[in-house]
Structure formats: structure tokens, C-alpha cells
């Protein structure tokens, strides 16, 4: 058992004492232990167990819990607790912006026990007049049931990678005579996986008792189509078609329905005729190979006829890591440890950007850790040489716009990104008076995760993309596109526009590990749907070429 489950079952034991209303030292103790084993550098399952008990915020008592998990795989406590706690009360736990205290009110006030009652009881208006909620709190938690229920059975990208590999690894392995292609959003390179789908030559009855003797529900959609159910409540979709048609069937299956309907309108295309790959259906329409991943907005058939498509980006052409984070805030790493292993994957320069002193809860560096930061890159700069560690900070942008240090502060910093991270609530008037005067200060070089957007878990706050995007070009602020994958924000659809008009995106992982290096990989993917290319990428510029960018920034600075 890792450290993040063990975490997070003391977190989650903290907030059902909460909910029943027992012992409150006890729950503070066990939050306090799970925030402690989460920053832990080192697994608990490798350490001696005298060792466990002597961290500070864990001890003996706790300690004995944390021994308990890595010995049995349990947590007795926890179990008892979940046991006597409906399962409708611990899927409100997943409700953003429902706590533990709100929750106890809920079932034991209220009487409410599942969410689709709470739903209910805010459409019938009985939240907003009870002690401790009102109207404000009671529309923003039927929002927030309305957001979760909508991203049920849907998952990130990321999460569907290695499921999609085995999936396909085993059906070639057991089915060596037939083909199996995956389309459908995973092919389309989509940030969010509603529905998995392969098309295939094998009979579906062969792949029906397949997966039968595997315990998949199995549901028979037509004679060309089955689709089944594991233990992830996702469905995923097998299309049966001949060796003859699997080009034309594939063609219509790994793109969106608007694209198809254009194509069939501008082509004259037919379901019905034979071609020997995918490439070979752009071919004999004499038009330029759309890739798979582009095949979602109609109007790029239009631009694949007029000649203008240009090789997109790709992974290798990341040659820096923009935006990361060290142990100075709330990185995993040490400043050296994230610029070596840069170095050693062939990353020319690393920008270290660390929380500013408004976040006290990512342990923000106030000015006087600022500048021993900042002798710590001189210092490794000479010992890394060529490798180059920029100095950065990632600015909060203040409830009036403003960046989080004076001047003199500010203007030690190599660059500067400006990023939203508290009260995300806001009208779109209040969040585009933040962005404007934030892009507007001289001193920001880069607009991080421009509406805060969390996928699956929290929609960003409302923006207008096209002044945002516009004040960028007048200010010379480049857009992020932040990599991680629960992120991916700005959202790929709104790139072109920003490219059109002359403004760079910089494809950021926003990387809290080594680890988190691996991001750049799904900031690229989306980018390549919007046709990003690397000249129109900040983190693709070479070490000399990121150097002239800088001195630009410092120019518009004065």
C-alpha cells in the first residue's frame, strides 16, 4: 500500500468522524497524519517501523494504523466507519463544496441520505432557508450535483491510456487472425473518454463469450455492433466489419459527426466504397492526409483544400520544462534534483517557478526565500552549465488584478507567470477585470491556466476568450496551455484564434515532480487537434531563442 492510500484513507476517516460527530481531536489528528504522509518523500512501506512512529504528525498511536495498512492491506477503523455510513452519504464526500459538517446536517437534519434527494431538495428551494446553508450555498451545491452526475462514467485521457493498450494487447493476443483498431474519442485524442471503440474484422460472437467468461455485462447493439462493461462504468464498443471495408468503416468511426457530414457534402464520399488504408481515402480524393486527431471540427476539410495544413507539433519538440514547482513551495523535489534530471532528458533549460507569498497553503516564498532562490540557481547554473535555470515565480493574481510582490520584487525574476488560484467564484465581469490587469502589468510573461478549469471535477470561471486573447497580443503575454492532464487549460479550441493572430501558447506541464515532466505529452495531444505548431510554441524554443524572448519581456518591463 503507497503513501497516497494510505493518505488518503486517514483523510477520508477524518471526515466521517466529522459526519458522525465523534471525537474532533481525534479527526484533526488523523487530517493532520494523512498531510503529513502525502508530502512524504520516502514510501512507508520501506521504512522500519520504529522509524514510522517517530515522524512528527504521526507517532505511536497513528503509527500503529499506518503498520496496520501495510501489513493487512486494511484499515479496520476506516471500515467500521464506512459501514455505518449510507453510501449515498460517502458519495456526497464527492461533491465539491459539501463538507463534512454540511453533510452531518444534511443526513441527520434533513434526512437525506443519497444525492439524488439533495438534488431534489434544492430544486424544491428546502436548502436555502436552513441554518447554515442559504440560497447562494444552496445553488452552488445543486451545480455542483448537477457537474458531478454529467461526469459519471467519463475519464481523462490519461486515465484511459494504459486500459486502451491492454485491451488491445490482449485482443490481438488472443485473436491473432483478426484487426482490431481503436477509434472513436481515444483515436480523436480527446481530453475527455466517454466510450471506448474498436472496429474490428472478428465475429462478435467470439469477442461475446470472450468477454462473458471475463464477468463483462455484454449488450448486443446490432448485428454489426457489441458493447460491454467492466468494472469501469464506461462502455466500450466493438464494430464488426470485412477486411475489404475495415479502411472505409474505420474512416467513419475516428471522427466527429460534424466532420463526416462535411466531408460526405465536399467529397461526394460513400460508405460503401473499398480502399486500401486510411491515407488512401485522402489520396483518391487528391486532398492533403487530415490525421485522426484533427477530424473534429468540420471547417478543417477547408483548410486541408486550400493547402493550408502544416505539420503540427510533436512530443520531441519540447525543449525546456516551463512551470515547475520545488520543494521551496509545494514541489516534491529539490530545486537541483528537478534541473539534473531535466538536464539528463535532454531538456535545454528548466524555468523554476515556484508559488508566490499568497499562497500560504503551497508554502509561497515570501522575498527573503526569494533571494536565497535565487543564489541557489546562480550556483547550480555554474555547476550544470550549459543547462540554464531561468528564474520565475508563478504570481497569484490578486482579487484586483495586481500581482502578488512590489516592483523591485517582481523585477528580479527572469519571468513572470500570473495565475488565479483563489476565489474562483466569480462573475465573468470580476474574472476579466483579474486577467486584464494581470496581462496588462508589464512584469507578467505568461497567462497560466487562463479559467482554472479542474476536468471532470471543477468547471473554470467564466472568461471571454476573445479579449483575453486579444489583450495578450497587445501586451505580448503568451498564453499556457498547462499540461496536466486535469487541466489542459486554454482548452484546444480556442488555440487557433490565439496562433491567427500572432500570439505564442507555451505548452507547460505545471510539473510538481520529475514525474510531472512526462505532462508536456497531453498538453501536446490537444495542442495537435487545434494544429499548434512547435514555431508557435514557447517551450519548443531553443535555449538562445527563449534568451531573445526574455529580453523582449524585460524591454516591455521599461
Not at 446553508?133 to 455542483?144: M, R
Not at 525574476?413 to 488560484?421: E, K, M, Q, R, T
Not at 503568451?478 to 500572432?502: C, F, M, S, Y
Request: aromatic share 10%; glycine share 6%.
Amino acid at each position: 500500500m503507497d503513501n497516497y492510500t494510505i493518505a488518503d484513507n486517514f483523510s477520508l476517516l477524518s471526515k466521517l468522524m466529522d459526519i458522525h460527530g465523534d471525537n474532533s481531536f481525534k479527526a484533526k489528528s488523523y487530517a493532520a497524519a494523512a498531510f503529513t504522509i502525502e508530502k512524504l518523500p520516502t514510501q512507508l512501506s520501506e521504512m522500519p517501523f520504529e522509524t514510522i512512529q517517530s515522524i512528527r504528525g504521526i507517532g505511536a498511536g497513528i503509527g500503529k494504523n499506518v503498520i496496520e495498512q501495510i501489513q493487512t492491506g486494511t484499515f479496520s477503523i476506516l471500515q467500521d466507519y464506512i459501514q455505518k455510513t449510507p453510501e449515498g452519504i460517502l458519495t456526497m464526500l464527492s461533491i465539491k463544496g459539501i463538507g463534512p459538517k454540511k453533510i452531518a446536517t444534511i443526513w441527520k437534519d434533513l434526512e437525506i441520505e443519497t444525492i439524488g434527494e439533495l438534488l431534489y431538495a434544492c430544486e424544491e428551494n428546502r436548502l436555502a432557508n436552513y441554518k447554515g446553508f442559504g440560497e447562494k450555498s444552496q445553488q452552488n451545491i445543486k451545480e455542483a450535483i448537477s457537474f458531478y452526475l454529467g461526469s459519471q462514467g467519463s475519464y481523462l485521457y490519461q486515465e484511459m491510456e494504459i486500459i486502451v493498450a491492454q485491451i488491445q494487447e490482449n485482443l490481438q493476443k488472443q485473436f491473432p487472425d483478426f484487426r482490431f483498431s481503436v477509434a472513436g474519442d481515444f483515436a480523436l485524442q480527446s481530453e475527455i473518454i466517454s466510450k471506448l471503440s474498436w472496429i474490428t474484422t472478428s465475429p462478435l460472437t467470439i469477442l461475446k463469450d470472450f468477454f462473458a467468461l471475463q464477468g463483462f455485462q455484454i449488450k448486443q447493439i446490432s448485428d454489426t455492433e457489441l458493447e460491454i462493461e467492466g468494472t469501469i462504468k464506461l462502455p466500450i464498443s466493438f464494430i464488426k466489419t470485412s477486411e475489404e471495408n475495415f479502411s472505409n468503416c474505420f474512416f467513419q468511426h475516428a471522427c466527429s459527426e460534424a466532420f463526416l457530414n462535411e466531408w460526405k457534402k465536399i467529397t461526394n464520399w460513400s460508405e460503401s466504397e473499398i480502399y486500401a488504408s486510411d491515407e488512401a481515402i485522402f489520396e483518391l480524393k487528391q486532398l492533403p492526409f487530415i490525421p485522426i486527431c484533427q477530424r473534429e471540427n468540420a471547417s478543417i476539410i477547408q483548410k486541408a483544400i486550400d493547402k493550408k495544413l502544416k505539420p503540427f507539433i510533436q512530443v520531441n519538440d519540447i525543449k525546456s520544462i516551463i512551470h515547475s514547482h520545488s520543494n521551496w513551495s509545494d514541489g516534491a523535489e529539490s530545486l537541483e534534483t528537478m534541473a539534473v534530471r531535466a538536464k539528463e532528458k535532454g531538456y535545454e533549460y528548466l524555468v523554476m517557478s515556484d508559488h508566490s507569498q499568497s499562497a500560504f497553503y503551497a508554502n509561497g516564498l515570501r522575498e527573503e526565500r526569494i533571494v536565497a532562490q535565487h543564489k541557489q540557481i546562480d550556483e547550480l547554473n555554474k555547476k550544470l552549465y550549459p543547462f540554464r535555470i531561468f528564474k520565475s515565480i508563478e504570481s497569484d493574481i490578486l482579487n484586483d488584478g495586481s500581482l502578488d510582490y512590489p516592483e523591485d520584487v517582481l523585477g528580479s525574476f527572469d519571468l513572470v507567470i500570473a495565475s488565479i488560484h483563489s476565489n474562483l467564484k466569480m462573475t465573468e465581469e470580476k474574472a476579466m477585470m483579474r486577467l486584464l490587469n494581470a496581462i496588462e502589468n508589464p512584469f507578467t510573461s505568461i497567462l497560466g491556466h487562463m479559467t482554472g478549469r479542474l476536468l471532470l471535477s471543477r468547471n473554470g470561471y467564466p472568461v471571454d476568450h476573445h479579449k483575453i486573447i486579444d489583450a495578450c497580443l497587445a501586451n505580448n503575454v503568451v498564453i499556457e496551455l498547462n499540461a496536466h492532464p486535469r487541466r489542459l487549460d486554454i482548452d484546444w479550441r480556442w488555440i487557433q484564434e490565439a496562433t491567427d493572430k500572432g500570439v505564442l501558447i507555451s505548452i507547460n506541464p505545471d510539473a510538481h515532480s520529475i514525474e510531472g515532466f512526462n505532462d508536456c505529452k497531453y498538453g501536446v495531444l490537444v495542442a495537435q487537434k487545434a494544429g499548434l505548431t512547435k514555431y508557435q510554441n514557447l517551450s519548443s524554443f531553443s535555449l538562445a531563442e527563449f534568451e531573445e524572448f526574455l529580453g523582449e519581456q524585460h524591454q516591455k518591463r521599461n
